[in-house]
T-cell receptor, first 114, second 109 residues
Framework: IAGITQAPTSQILAAGRRMTLRCTQDMRHNAMYWYRQDLGLGLRLIHYSNTAGTTGKGEVPDGYSVSRANTDDFPLTLASAVPSQTSVYFC?????????????FGPGTRLTVL | GQNIDQPTEMTATEGAIVQINCTYQTSGFNGLFWYQQHAGEAPTFLSYNVLDGLEEKGRFSSFLSRSKGYSYLLLKELQMKDSASYLCAVGDSNYQLIWGAGTKLIIKP
C-alpha cells in the first residue's frame, strides 16, 4: 500500500441499508478526515480524527459515524442510508494533528443510494 | 457565516497565462491552500500561503492578501494537462479547512 486507499470504489445501495466505507493509510499520519463532494459544492467535512482514539464532528455529521481504533484505519458508517447521501466520499490524512496541515486524499468512493 | 468564492469555470489557451481568484470570509484565518483535482480523481496539494505575498513553485504561483481576504493562483505556460478543477481552501479558527466549490479550468489548443 502506498498512501491512502479507499474501498469500495463505487457502490449502489438501497435506502435503509447500512454501509461502511473503508479508509486505510500507511503514512503513519496523525489526523484523518472524511469529506463528501457534491456537484456545485465545496468539499464538506463529515467527521475527523486528530489522533487515534479520538474523533470529532465536522460540518455535516448527521447520519454518519466513524471510529479510529488505530492510526491506519478510519471507517465511515452510514447506519441507514438515504438518497441525499448519494455523493462522492473522500478520505484524507495529514501528518500534523490539525486540519490546516497539507491533506492527502484517497481516490474516493462513489456512492449511490436509491 | 463562512464563505469561499471562486469563479465556476474559466477557459484559457494552451501556452497562455491564467489567474484564478479566490475570496474568503471565515471565522479566523489559519492559512490558505490550493488543490488541483482532475475529473474523477482525488484533490492533490498545489500550494500553501499563510503570510501575505507571492509563493512561486515552477509554473504555478499563489498570492495572498489577508487584509483583503483574497488569493489567486497563477498558472503560466498552460498545458493541456492543466485542464482540471482548482480548489481554494481556508483554515478557520477551529483549524479545519473550509473549501470553495472549485474553478473548472478548460484549456483549448
Amino acid at each position: 500500500i502506498a498512501g491512502i486507499t479507499q474501498a469500495p470504489t463505487s457502490q449502489i445501495l438501497a435506502a435503509g441499508r447500512r454501509m461502511t466505507l473503508r479508509c486505510t493509510q500507511d503514512m503513519r499520519h496523525n489526523a484523518m478526515y472524511w469529506y463528501r463532494q457534491d456537484l456545485g459544492l465545496g468539499l464538506r467535512l463529515i467527521h475527523y480524527s486528530n489522533t487515534a482514539g479520538t474523533t470529532g464532528k465536522g460540518e455535516v455529521p448527521d447520519g454518519y459515524s466513524v471510529s479510529r481504533a488505530n492510526t491506519d484505519d478510519f471507517p465511515l458508517t452510514l447506519a441507514s442510508a438515504v438518497p441525499s447521501q448519494t455523493s462522492v466520499y473522500f478520505c484524507a490524512s495529514s501528518d500534523g494533528a490539525s486540519g490546516v496541515d497539507t491533506q492527502y486524499f484517497g481516490p474516493g468512493t462513489r456512492l449511490t443510494v436509491l | 457565516g463562512q464563505n469561499i468564492d471562486q469563479p465556476t469555470e474559466m477557459t484559457a489557451t494552451e501556452g497562455a497565462i491564467v489567474q484564478i481568484n479566490c475570496t474568503y470570509q471565515t471565522s479566523g484565518f489559519n492559512g490558505l491552500f490550493w488543490y488541483q483535482q482532475h475529473a474523477g480523481e482525488a484533490p492533490t496539494f498545489l500550494s500553501y500561503n499563510v503570510l501575505d505575498g507571492l509563493e512561486e513553485k515552477g509554473r504555478f504561483s499563489s498570492f495572498l492578501s489577508r487584509s483583503k481576504g483574497y488569493s489567486y493562483l497563477l498558472l503560466k505556460e498552460l498545458q493541456m494537462k492543466d485542464s482540471a478543477s482548482y480548489l481554494c481552501a481556508v483554515g478557520d479558527s477551529n483549524y479545519q479547512l473550509i473549501w470553495g466549490a472549485g474553478t473548472k479550468l478548460i484549456i483549448k489548443p
